[in-house]
């Protein structure tokens, strides 16, 4: 993994993270995120995976009915969010779309993905910091606006 700092505002930084072949991108994506000490940020990605696991989440279970994804596959789209978990390390939420090579497409969270050739992400920090906590009730950890993290 390759990262840059392309902004670095007294508010927000912004950087480009790349992925080398073979990294898990969650993993990874979640081990930068920890180390540069981001505490809240939007990103967006595109790239390839050689293979992934993507989830729908089942209300009825509270659980994620995993997708798996055995084939190369373009990351077509990747949007999500960071903000600082129960456990005080940094809490990914990302979707995908990602598209076959029969021009199909599979979306839903990202679980893991294997990079393969890479995975180009931006990280936009957000100027305060956001806190996610689990909701027993949902059986997920959601953005809880009440209780603003501190950056």
Same mark, same amino acid.
């Given at each position: 993994? #390759?990262?840059?700092?392309? +902004?670095?505002?007294? +508010?927000?930084?912004? @950087? &480009?993270? /790349?992925?080398?072949?073979?990294?898990?991108? @969650?993993?990874?994506?979640? #081990? @930068?995120?920890?180390?540069?000490? &981001? +505490?809240?940020?939007?990103?967006?990605?595109?790239? %390839? !995976?050689?293979?992934? *696991?993507?989830?729908? !989440?089942? !209300?009825?279970?509270?659980?994620?009915?995993? &997708?798996?994804?055995?084939?190369?596959? $373009? /990351?077509? +789209?990747?949007?999500?969010?960071?903000?600082?978990?129960?456990?005080?390390?940094?809490?990914?939420? *990302?979707? *995908?779309?990602?598209?076959?090579?029969?021009?199909?497409?599979?979306?839903?969270?990202?679980? $893991?993905?294997? /990079?393969?050739?890479?995975?180009?992400? *931006?990280? $936009?920090?957000?100027?305060?910091?956001?806190?996610?906590?689990?909701?027993?009730?949902?059986?997920? %950890?959601? &953005?809880?606006?009440?209780?603003?993290?501190?950056?």
């Amino acid at each position: 993994m #390759q990262s840059k700092a392309v +902004s670095n505002r007294a +508010s927000s930084r912004t @950087f &480009i993270v /790349v992925l080398d072949s073979g990294e898990e991108a @969650f993993t990874t994506l979640a #081990q @930068f995120a920890n180390t540069a000490g &981001i +505490s809240a940020a939007s990103l967006t990605a595109i790239g %390839a !995976f050689e293979n992934a *696991v993507i989830g729908w !989440f089942d !209300f009825a279970t509270k659980s994620y009915k995993k &997708i798996r994804v055995d084939e190369q596959c $373009e /990351v077509l +789209s990747a949007i999500g969010d960071i903000a600082t978990g129960d456990d005080g390390k940094a809490s990914l939420h *990302v979707h *995908v779309v990602l598209g076959l090579s029969d021009g199909t497409t599979r979306g839903g969270h990202l679980l $893991e993905g294997k /990079v393969r050739p890479t995975l180009e992400v *931006v990280l $936009e920090e957000a100027p305060a910091g956001l806190r996610r906590r689990k909701r027993p009730e949902l059986g997920i %950890a959601l &953005i809880d606006l009440a209780d603003e993290a501190k950056t």
